[in-house]
């Protein structure tokens, strides 16, 4: 059985595409069944729309414990086995981690410990660093302090700015998830 994954994005979905392609390709061990966001407008939905994927959309409430229930149901219609936050740029809450806590993993532009939150590519660079990278991991109630599961280190140039470090991040941060992905689906059917 191949393993169910639903994607959470905010944004415009980079990883999520590599996610999608790979998930395509015959004989692979997982499918992005669905795809939800807390924005109606992220980019990332519009790639969904365009895999022929379906997505959803949980508006973000001021009641945090709503839309956490919100979120956990509407994931859970799809009946996923794993659940990546693919720049998703919310916290979930305990509603969402009672269900999928173990099956939730996150990718983050900085080699955790070091840098988390949502600056992770400006705090490395403000640090000086000269290695920076990208982290998997197994997300808990903390913010990025999960069990990490995977890193790729990236050097950080002397002109480097925010964006363009978090390009060559991204690079690597897409081929490391789609692995981490295959890995764990490979996993869940044994
Ligand atoms: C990634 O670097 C992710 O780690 C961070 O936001 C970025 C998402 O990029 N939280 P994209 O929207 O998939 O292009």
């Known amino acids: 059985m191949v393993c169910r994954v639903v994607v959470l994005v905010s944004g415009t979905g980079t990883l999520l595409q590599s996610l999608l392609e790979a998930g395509a390709e015959p004989g692979a061990e997982f499918l992005v069944v669905a795809v939800g966001s807390e924005r109606a407008d992220a980019f990332g939905l519009e790639r ?42 919310k916290l979930v809450g305990p509603a969402f981690l009672a269900r999928f806590g173990g099956r939730f993993i996150n990718s983050h532009p900085a080699l955790l410990p070091s840098f988390p939150g949502m600056h992770g590519v400006r ?68």
């Open 48 to 89: 969904a729309k365009r895999a022929g994927v379906p997505s959803f959309v949980v508006p973000m409430l001021t009641d945090r414990a709503e839309w956490d229930r919100r979120l956990t149901a509407a994931t859970a219609e799809h009946h996923p086995d794993l659940i990546v936050s693919a720049g998703f740029m």
């Open 123 to 190: 705090d490395a660079l403000a640090a000086g660093v000269k290695v920076s990278g990208t982290t998997i991991f197994m997300v808990d109630e903390g913010v990025d302090t999960g069990r990490i599961l995977a890193q790729r280190a990236v050097d950080v140039r002397p002109d480097d700015t925010e964006a363009t470090l978090h390009e060559r991040i991204k690079v690597v941060e897409r081929e490391l998830l789609v692995q981490v992905v295959t890995e764990l689906a490979k996993e869940s059917h044994v």
